[in-house]
């Protein structure tokens, strides 16, 4: 940070959101603002000729021309340490929870709060230093180097460690085991710095990392869908663009419930206020299937509906991914929710013309790419200064208007992802969820995590080409059907229509409100769609050599298939293979008939 001498200025035009100051010529770009009398927060975007373009993160409304604007020279910063997660803030890190206690149901300009606690004690316990000894005065140390923990939830064991502004190397005083404040001093370097239990980090500036590594494990999420035919990696990207009411809120719902990620960062950014209602109500209730706790023990949620200031809801997500940064650092796996970067970029295009900026496609500014970029680049596979790995996952939501993926969002953010889940609206009005379409989805990170998937279950690769295949092929197939009718197919292609049939109703379709099927493990996935292809390679050689469909459709054993996934929990797999062994026998029953119907 630059310094902490405030500079003083003055209002002098005011365009919504956008108000613009004389006097802040000693300040720096991005640096943060109090604004007008109310104390406004703000960030300098723009310095030209002495004159300070800002914009302000509250409700301006009330505001005159002469008002005062006081800067701290220091740019907009989130405070990180202990007691993030479990708290609802806004996107300029407000907690909404104590906001409340404090002014009720709305949020008056200029209202402040500490984001974190600062009067809860917290139980630290110093680390090993790298040879092994106790960390203690006179240990060396460099930035990123974890001093101790804290237990912060139940669920979340918190690192503390040397911050990345931190230039001293070695230890001159060290507080030792005991119970303090985010504020209390917990170490001095040689330098005089001292170090506590939280500090502040620029939302804008990604946090320093060893090194980038390539990603190789797949995010699990329980969804079967995505892990088997359009995986994400830990330390991918994605996005899920969807016109309204395609389910684009509850697949996130169900990934960040059901995925294997340590911290889970949700941000609602202008979203409707009764979306994030659900979000706000339901989460703390929702409860954590690998610790049977509440799932907000590893939760950190961002609420920026569309009723709050619209620049707030542009630095939202830069806020997130700070947070999230923060505890990869530490060697977790973060996943971020981010619903929806659509309303991202209105907020940026909102923002443009204010500042008089010339528009680009649909009136977005030209500046968009970049800005789309920066973001998702943040996510990744690192090795954190400390030397541990940790990953950040980013899903981003995306609401196309009418559905239009050829609209600038949607183009833009696909030229940065790798991982693409594309919502069907036909899929969503037929009750199919989640509603994503598997002929224009894709992922990139297949050849990636594909020795994982092979140490899992070698027929992962094999059976997912031979599904998708399939499935193309009846998108094809229906196109004749629709033409002519059903009727006109040969038996040997009428049974893809029926197979076709199988995969979406049972494997693609997924019940999140049913105790077994709203969360399936790899293992069984796998051994639902390898059943289900098997029943295909066999039943269209049985058709070849004689047999009627009609008595295909009419096993037993093809309804019981479809309702594996509902009828069998995720560790009775010897329930899933009595089901494929009770489907073999009938199938060599008709085949041996068959069989001597062909020989007489």
């Known amino acids: 940070m630059s310094g902490t001498a405030v500079v003083e200025g003055k209002v002098t035009r005011i365009s919504g959101p956008i108000v613009f100051a004389e006097g802040l010529g000693a300040c720096g ?166 170090i ?36 994400l990696a830990k330390g991918g990207t994605a996005a899920i663009p969807g016109g309204f009411g395609t389910g684009k809120t509850m697949t996130q719902h169900a990934i960040a419930k059901w995925c294997d990620a340590d911290i889970i960062v949700y941000i609602g950014c202008g979203e409707r206020g009764n979306e994030m209602t659900d979000v706000l109500s339901e989460f703390p209730e929702l409860i954590d299937p690998r610790t049977g706790r509440s799932l907000m023990e590893r939760t950190i949620l961002i609420a920026n509906t569309s009723n709050m200031p619209v620049a707030a809801r542009e630095v939202s997500l830069y806020s997130g991914i700070t947070l999230a940064e923060y505890y990869r650092d530490m060697g977790m796996d973060v996943a971020i929710m981010a619903d929806s970067t659509s309303r991202w970029a209105e907020a940026l295009r909102e923002l443009s013309g204010r500042m008089e900026e010339m528009p680009a496609e649909e009136g977005f500014p030209a500046y968009l790419p970049t800005r789309l970029a920066e973001f998702y680049e943040r996510a990744g596979r690192v090795t954190s200064l400390s030397g541990g790995a940790g990953s950040i996952s980013i899903i981003g939501a995306v609401s196309p208007p009418g559905g239009d993926f050829s609209e600038p969002v949607t183009q833009h953010t696909k030229r940065f992802i790798r991982c693409f ?55 094809r197939l ?73 008595k295909i459709v009419a096993l037993p054993c093809r309804e019981e298939i479809i309702r594996l996934k509902t009828t069998f929990s995720n560790e009775d797999t010897a329930g899933i293979r009595s089901v494929q062994s009770g489907m073999n026998n009938q199938l060599d029953e008709l085949d041996r008939l068959y069989r001597r119907v062909e020989a007489l």
């Open 478 to 550: 229906q196109q004749i059907v629709r033409l002519i009718g059903p009727d006109a197919l040969p038996d040997t292609e009428r049974i893809i229509l029926v197979i076709a049939d199988m995969i979406k109703n049972g494997f693609l379709q997924q019940n999140a409100f049913d105790e077994i099927d709203m969360f399936s493990v790899p293992e069984k996935q796998i051994l639902i769609l390898s059943i289900i292809m098997e029943f295909y390679r066999r039943a269209e050689k049985i058709i070849r050599n004689g047999a009627p469909l009609a």
């Open 29 to 194: 770009l991005y640096d943060v603002v109090d604004v007008g009398d109310a104390a406004l927060i703000g960030e300098i975007i723009r310095l030209k000729n002495g004159i300070a373009t800002i914009q302000v993160y509250e409700d301006g409304t009330g505001m005159r021309i002469g008002e005062k604007v006081v800067s701290h020279r220091r740019p907009l910063s989130v405070r990180l340490g202990p007691g993030l997660v479990g708290t609802i803030y806004d996107g300029i890190q407000r907690p909404l929870e104590h906001l409340y206690a404090e002014s009720g149901a709305f949020l008056y300009p200029g209202v402040r709060s500490s984001p974190l606690n600062e009067s809860r004690l917290w139980h630290f316990v110093p680390s090993n230093a790298a040879d092994g000894t106790p960390v203690g005065e006179g240990t060396p140390v460099k930035p990123g180097i974890t001093l101790g923990t804290v237990q912060e939830t139940q669920s979340v064991l918190h690192s503390v460690m040397v911050p990345p502004s931190v230039r001293g190397r070695s230890l001159v005083w060290f507080a030792g085991e005991g119970e303090y404040t985010i504020n209390d001093p917990i170490a001095k370097t040689e330098l005089d710095e001292v």
């Open 196 to 231: 506590c239990l939280a500090h502040y980090w620029p939302v804008r500036k990604a946090r320093p990392v060893a090194s980038k590594m390539t990603v190789a494990e797949p995010l699990i999420t329980g969804q079967r869908v995505i892990d088997v035919f359009f995986p």
């Open 421 to 475: 889940w594309a919502l069907d609206r036909d899929l969503a009005n037929a009750r199919h969820y989640p509603a994503i379409g598997w002929i224009e989805s894709y992922s990139e990170y297949v050849e990636e995590i594909r020795s994982w998937w092979d140490t899992l279950d070698p027929r992962w690769n094999s059976v997912r080409i031979e599904a998708l295949e399939l499935l193309k092929r009846e998108q």
